[in-house]
């Protein structure tokens, strides 16, 4: 049975910092694209980041300078390592895996709350 399972979510102050985890078991990440998405309340769920290998990454607008997504292969997980941090950030976080490196997502996690204060 496949599984991803996001963890790292929480509550920071605007300006803050977070890492967040995504763990397979089931799956071997590195065959794999993984993307995080988020979605706010009322919104559409839109794509942050993703990864395939380890040097092809791709950063949505809004993600570019502040996150950064790596992965170790070792673990069987990705990270997605969020700084500067805004409200406008608040969402659930999921990492997907898949094969499009633009828009994985065969596999989901449950996702976990990010919540910015200001």
């Known amino acids: 049975q496949v599984q991803l399972v996001e963890s790292g979510g929480g509550l920071v102050q605007a300006g803050g910092s977070l890492r967040l985890s995504c763990v397979a078991s089931g799956l071997t990440l590195r065959n794999y694209a993984v993307g995080w998405y988020r979605q706010a309340s009322g919104k559409e769920r839109e794509h942050v980041a993703s990864i395939k290998y380890k040097t092809n990454q791709y950063y949505a607008e809004h993600a570019k300078g502040r996150f950064t997504i790596s992965r170790d292969n070792a673990k069987n997980a990705v990270y997605l390592q969020m700084d500067s941090l805004t409200p406008e950030d608040t969402a659930v976080y999921y990492c997907?895996?898949?094969?499009?490196?633009?828009?994985?997502?065969?596999?989901w996690g449950q996702g976990t709350q990010v919540t910015v204060s200001s």
């Open positions: 997907a895996a898949g094969e499009d490196f633009y828009s994985p997502g065969e596999y």
